[in-house]
């Protein structure tokens, strides 16, 4: 929070224009931050509602995203599925449908 003393006058306008800048900037973050929310809003709804598996993994290729088709098609739940090896689980689920079959 900025104060002006009465014996320094010319540094107000200053102040004023900083305060804006920073108010500005505060706005536009709080808005980029709510577009942020609906974004992952409607790419959740998106995915959970898509009739194919969607699956994401990071660079390690540990899954990050299991939508309700994966559940159904691998069998394995989403609190099975985040945070696993994508290879080590598709591995797993294709050699039990190999002994099984």
């Known amino acids: 929070m900025d104060y002006v ?3 320094r006058l010319a540094r107000l306008a ?3 224009d900083r305060a804006l800048r920073e108010s500005e900037e505060i706005c536009k973050r709080k808005y980029a931050e709510e577009m ?3 974004s992952e809003k409607r790419f959740r709804a998106v995915t959970e509602l898509a009739g194919d598996a969607i699956v994401c993994m990071e660079a390690t290729g540990n899954i990050s995203l299991w939508n309700r088709k994966s559940v159904e098609m691998f069998g394995y739940t989403v609190e099975e599925a985040i945070g696993n090896d994508l290879h080590a689980l598709i591995l797993k689920d294709t050699a039990k449908r190999l002994t099984r079959g």
């Open 5 to 7: 003393l009465k014996g």
């Open 14 to 16: 200053p102040a004023i």
């Open 36 to 38: 942020r929310k609906d």
